[in-house]
């Protein structure tokens, strides 16, 4: 079933599903919007993450978090504060044409809006994207080749995730859940 979740089919069925969410969601007012970028990396399908940069101001420095961040006045609505916030994260454009939807909307820790945005990529070599290394310290991806078994508690993704360190911090590697070693 996952290894078909970005074939046309599965982009159709998602995209279907999140129609009425899309239309009432994506000029809905919002602090920030992050881009969920489901890609395929080796063949496999997979999310694409970030490890923000710990020299950065404020409360999600060094957080593991997709792309994305504050809605600016300029940005048309969500859809394009997540792409735009993408393509200078990560410098990865990606086409209006490949948001599959929005998503619920979720709250961060002041209680801010953030509405996530669900963007299929396609292949995507994680090598080569250039982070920006003032916004981000690595780059990350979790394979979803599997799904948890039913009533199984899956481990922590660290567990099955691949970083990539940007230049500033080559040193980067996250360390195992202690009840989950690798």
Avoid: I
Avoid at 85 to 90: S, V
């Amino acid at each position: 079933m996952l290894p078909d979740c970005l074939s046309a089919e599965g982009e159709w069925r998602c995209r279907r599903l999140l129609a009425e969410a899309t239309a009432r969601l994506r000029a809905r007012p919002a602090a920030a919007a992050v881009l969920v970028p489901l890609c395929l990396v080796r063949g496999v399908p997979a999310l694409l993450y970030t490890l923000r940069s710990s020299r950065l101001v404020g409360r999600h420095k060094g957080d593991v978090s997709f792309p994305g961040g504050k809605c600016d006045p300029a940005d048309q609505d969500v859809v394009h504060t997540a792409l735009r916030e993408t393509r200078e994260e990560l410098g990865l454009a990606v086409p209006e044409e490949h948001v599959w939807g929005v998503l619920q909307p979720v709250y961060d820790q002041s209680k801010a809006t953030v509405v996530p945005v669900l963007a299929g990529v396609g292949p995507l070599d994680p090598q080569n994207l250039k982070p920006n290394p003032k916004e981000e310290e690595a780059l990350g991806h979790t394979c979803c080749h599997r799904a948890p078994q039913s009533g199984a508690h899956p481990a922590p993704a660290a567990n099955q995730t691949r970083w990539r360190s940007s230049e500033s911090n080559p040193g980067c590697h996250p360390r195992p859940h202690p009840q989950h070693p690798q």
